[in-house]
DNA sequence: GCCGTTTTCGGCCCGACTGTTTTCAGTCG
């Protein structure tokens, strides 16, 4: 379960905040419109007043630019975002301006604080959430639970026994799960998933879908999607995976399941004339699967999770390419699918040709046993060889970074001079000397000139000093840039997902000296990181600045985290030639390649 | 509340499953 919103149990929570005017970020804002809708959809208000809420919050988050810069550009019109109209516009500037939400306060007024988190539990929708309010006075999760297990459920109008099972089992399996997955515990799932229902799946399709397929940052439940002659047979044994799971439903082709461990796993069988419109509505996103729908029914067709069909006759489903294709569109990558404007670029052949992880020759960020990494250089530089890289570099911290036993600029040197020993052993595989530096608190370099000079791949990284104000960190990071010492900025933004928020810089001068002096961004494959996220690309991308993608690997088997670097990349839309380390050794350096 | 090559009204994506009810509303994805 997700902590309650309001965190304050049943004390009325207060009006509103009194930020001052334009300290409200976009995010801010998406929240304050989709409470308005969870409100106004309590409140058993026009489905498509609450929906527009919704998209108008989904809109704002998608935006790439502050609404509190965009408003002071007399130019800027509100109503050309999407989903954003008159009325819309107009609250948007009542909180930038005043720092209030008139409308939101008055519903916040007429239902008691905390009925909300009554729809976080799965199977409680606002109706129910309102009869339970307004019947039995409960307000809380804590109230919810503690009026489910005496029982009082049982009895209201729409409710009965097993409706009151259920919401126990998700109050308590819920709080298990904590949030979303990240991507390697995703990835695991779904590779254990795969191979145990292989026996039954056999040579017929199967697929992982969902958020996972779109390789988005974080996963909140896996969505398998089967063609399949018996469907009770992959259900019976989807079933026995796990012997501690939750049967959350199952009919004839649709089976939901909560694992031991919290997650949920729905499946979904289809015909195999289906398959490619049941793997193209399960891997979403949403709003990329309504924009498709519109698409089909502005030509007279309909589209659902059995095909695309004009009347009752089915013209297109067996394949995802054959729906996109009959839409007149090319196929779609599923990183792409978040509709951010890709069905039009699908339309007009504009798509960009995505890196894949088998064009990225090399891995320049690593760590071994000298400092935090589990294994030896000689067991890295393996593990590089069975991933078939041209070249691999050891970048392990630099003193600064005292808790992962940095080293100093001695240490250094001798791990330099093992690799100039061992290179000769690994004529398939290129070593080099590298580190992590640190960027220390005033912008100067963890290691002395010098040393530096000697090194063949430097990559800079922010470790303390996180709370500094954005122009403090943008000096610090140009500071770096400015060296010439530098080859790339490691996980430029520091954030740490669902633990720690990015710092902010002024982006604009950061990309423009990264681009004076050579210097590139990293997209970092950490599960826990996955920086440089899709905004940040979104604005580094206006610059003809380069990136690189990097494991950032502990361990052998972290060397694999690289592929979340690609998908990363991929979602920002980027191509090989973006990436400085899809380029052979000599090209490699892009100071070598933009002076 | 948004939107428009069907433009200022009348639409708005679509279907499976559950539980409670007695033919379907609510929820979910």
Redesign the pocket.
Known sequence: MRQSRTGAGDKPAPDHTNLPPHDRDNKEIAELFDEAADLLALHNE?P??I???R??ARSLRDLDQPLSSLTSDPTYKL?DI????????GKITEILSTGEFK?LYKLRRQIPTGTRDL?L?????????RQLERVLGIHSLEGLRAATEAHQL?GV????????A?ILTSLTQAEAASGRMLLDEASDLANRLTSYLAPTTGNNKFEVA?SYRRSRETVG?L?LVADCDDAAALMDRLQNFDTAATVL??????MSLRLASGR?V?LRVVPRESFGAALLY?TGS?SH??EL??M???LGL?????GLFEGDIARAGRTEEDVYRTLGLTWIPPELREGHGEIELAATGRLPQLVETQDIRGDLHVHTDATDGRHSMLEMIEAAQRHHYEYLAITDHSQRVTVAKGLDEFQLQEQWSNINKIQGSFPDIRILKGVELDILEDGALDMPKETLKEADWVIAAIHYGLKQSPQVITKRLIKAIQSGLVHAIAHPTGRLIGKRPAYDFEWTEVCKAAVDYGCALEINGQPSRLDLNEQALSRAMNYPVHFVVSSDAHSMNELNFMKFAVYQARRGGLAAPNILNTRDLRLLKSKATTS
């Open positions: 026009n498509f007043r929906r527009a809420y998209n108008a109503t999407p989903g954003i109209g008159k009325d819309l516009a409308l729809l539990v799965p199977g409680i929708g606002p109706k129910k959430a049982a109008k729409g409710f009965g026994a097993k409706t009151e259920n969902g439940d969505d439903g199952r009919g004839a082709t649709k949920q729905d399960f949403k699967n309504i729908r519109k089909a029914q502005n309909k589209l659902n999770e059995y």
